[in-house]
């Protein structure tokens, strides 16, 4: 990874009365998203504040434009290096001092930003929360002005939080040592529980609390069957060669693996996992976020903070650890608000592995990972709406029929008389309990039913049970599925803790003593049998009309042709291509076809700054699209007469 610059500019423009003009002269837009403008003024009120914005939604925006707006330094609390070069990239590239300490640095590097941030030179400061503890960081804060401190991916304070990192607790210093200047708590993933967490440990006061829906509408979320994965994988990657994606694996090994046969395929994809050696960790990641390689195979070390907004998929390999997690993940896909996909490749193997990895935590942590997997493959598993189970998890609902892509609302799956096999399963439930005096869990029923005589079965007696056996003719993983639908269907109860097991409910009873019919649903179709109903997000804009995220046409050819200049600035400048214009601008220009600089700055995402920047060439560009394609018309045909 390349040296980061230094920022050296002169202090930017002050817009004390109008976020709407600071917004359109630094990042180039003319309106706010949901939330944003609300969450500016009070962050300029000088409020506490708690944020929850999904992936994409613009919470980073909710600071970088307040420290334009009021002299002094907002201080960036952020989990990793990668983030904080990236925006800073990206603050530099719209005229806003701003800057980072961290590891990367070398020691003259680090002399001559604390020279800068004791002359005020900068408005924005990135700063890891390890950093607090280092040397006299606390005591030089002290003297730089500090108006606010900025909390990023603030979920990693709490324990209850899928990403608990200890080194956040001592944020709770800074509190202690500046108790008049206000926090700002951002983050995109966390239930109640967790929010409650992060404003007791950062010790928020009455903050002003902004909680934004769950639901991202551009991401297509479906669910492929894990068989012959990999030919599935290579040809879902082929269909959008030209996009960006991510390849999330539950192993080292496996990413390593999937890389590995990607590459070999013809495919420009590079691993990403803690074991890697640092430097080749960050050279990976840094060819990913520059399009020189367009597939990452990562572990769930890749990925928090990444600021690439053209993320065009997520495909889950393995099964995650929890619907947090998933949703966490997939939130690094169209975070430009484009249209992304969301693959997970779903097996009861990867349920019977998840398993396995619960057996090396403690006892307490382990009942709380059973209880998000419970969660997660309820997810996979569910014939219902995607979109709507996950938002729920979140305490949202979604409106019947509000779902903009999911392949369980594109094509519901099949249902058929599962009658038969919930008669067996349920009065296997009863028979159990009858002989024992006690009831077990799923794994053990699914046991007795297709005969497996082991160890426990035999020691409780279950091998003289009537149903021993009586489901031999289906696979052991059948069973197991059936029981987690006749959960989902209301039929059994399943109990909390580690030790969880079945009980019938009332209507599982109605049912079994009644013969009651049960509609069982089918496993989801595989990825090729689908893929007619979920255009490549690279093709959807070919559509007449726009596509089903209501995106506007655009010119494609024109559109790739932007693309590459745009990665040649972007290789000049040593940056990553988003800093230049993200894909978004790209379209716009491509659909509208701006003529000068004043119908340039209409574009969204062109600021004042990167039109002086970057205008001439883009205009240029387009100036000789234009003109060869009018070169190539046809000259009208003159009507005889």
Known sequence: MTAPPEHRHAVATLFDADPKAALKHHFGFDAFRPLQEEIVLDVLAGRDVFALLPTGGGKSLCFQLPAV???????????????????????????????????????????????????????????????????????????????????????????????????????????????????????????????????????????????????????????????????????????????????????????????????????????????????????????????????????????????????????????PKSLESYYQETGRAGRDGLVAECLLFFSAGDVAKQHGFLEEKDERERALALESLRTMVGFAETAECRRAVLLRHFGETLEAGACTGCDNCAAPRATYDGTLAAQKLLSTVVRVRQTSGFSVGLTHLADVLAGRATEKVRAWYHDSLSTFGIGNDVAHAHWLAVGRELVRLGLLRQTPGLRSVLELTEAGRATLLERRTVLLTAAPAAVARTRAKHPPASTAARTEGGNSAGEPEFDEFLFDELRTLRKRLADERDVPAYVIFPDTTLRAMARDLPRNPTELRRIPGVGDKKLQDYGAPFLAALEAYSAARESAAPEPQRSPG
Not at 122 to 132: M, S
Not at 153 to 163: F, L, P, R, V
Not at 304 to 317: A, F, L, S, T
Request: aromatic residues 8%; charged residues 25%.
């Open 69 to 319: 707006m009021r002299e002094g330094l907002t201080v960036v609390i952020s989990p990793l290096i990668a983030l904080m070069k990236d925006q800073v990239d990206g603050l530099d590239a719209a005229g806003v001092p701003a800057t980072f300490l961290n590891s990367a640095l070398d020691p003259d590097q680090v002399r001559r930003r604390l020279r800068d941030l004791h002359e005020g030179r900068y408005r924005l400061l990135y700063l890891a929360p390890e950093r607090l503890g280092v040397g006299n960081v606390l005591r030089d804060l002290a003297q730089w002005n500090v108006v606010r401190f900025a909390v990023d991916e603030a979920h990693c304070i709490s324990e209850w939080g899928h990403d608990f990192r200890p080194e956040y607790r001592r944020l709770a210093e800074v509190r202690r040592t500046f108790p008049e200047v206000p926090i700002l708590a951002l983050t995109a993933t966390a239930t109640e529980r967790v929010r409650r967490d992060i404003v007791s440990s950062l010790h928020l006061r009455d903050p002003a609390r902004y909680v934004a829906s769950f639901n991202r509408p551009n991401l297509h979320y479906r669910v492929a069957p894990k068989t012959d994965t990999f030919r599935s994988l290579l040809a879902f990657v082929r269909q959008r060669h030209k996009e960006s994606g991510i390849v999330y694996a539950a192993s080292r090994r496996q990413a390593e693996s999937l890389a590995q046969k990607l590459s070999a395929a013809g495919i420009a994809a590079l691993p990403y996992h803690a074991g890697l050696e640092p430097r080749r960790r960050a050279y990976n990641q840094e060819r990913f976020v520059r399009d020189d390689a367009r597939v990452m195979c990562a572990t769930i070390a890749f990925g928090m903070g990444i600021d690439k907004p053209n993320v065009r998929y997520v495909v889950h390999h393995d099964l």
